[in-house]
């Protein structure tokens, strides 16, 4: 084996390799708003495509202010509510729900509720700047719709990491 191959580094790229082979989509660290906790524009862009009526409803209401509204709004019902539950359910948002995420139809007979999964967007993002006012960082990050979902971090005892 060659010497180095062992390291978390290539694991991580490894999964995340594996990963974006198979419909994630690799994240950049930078995109991670440590105060949200999310992917802010993920969050933004996954809304628009997937809901552009209710949106666009908002918009001539709010103008250039609805993604920020849009995003605190969010970020407080996640921390009210947790994560699972605005994922399973979505929340309100002047008057109207918005989905973050769509669960896959028992059937495809419903094209509709098919296309609307299909628009879920899965991201997996590498060392990740977590704690506000901190330089920690996690190993990996999974994101559905820019909402994470789990974390990870890689250890390899063989090299001391524990």
Known sequence: MAKGIHTEETLEALIESHLTGHGYVKGSPADYHRTRAMLPQTVLDY???S???AWEDLRKIHHDKLDALFLDALEKDLNQRGTLEVLRH???????TFRIAYFKPAHGLNYDALTLFNQNRLTVTRQVRCHPGKVDTVDMLFALNGVPVATCELKNPNTGQT
Do not use: I, L
């Open 47 to 49: 809304v628009q495509s």
């Open 51 to 53: 809901q552009p009526q």
């Open 90 to 96: 979505g929340f309100k948002f002047y008057g109207k």
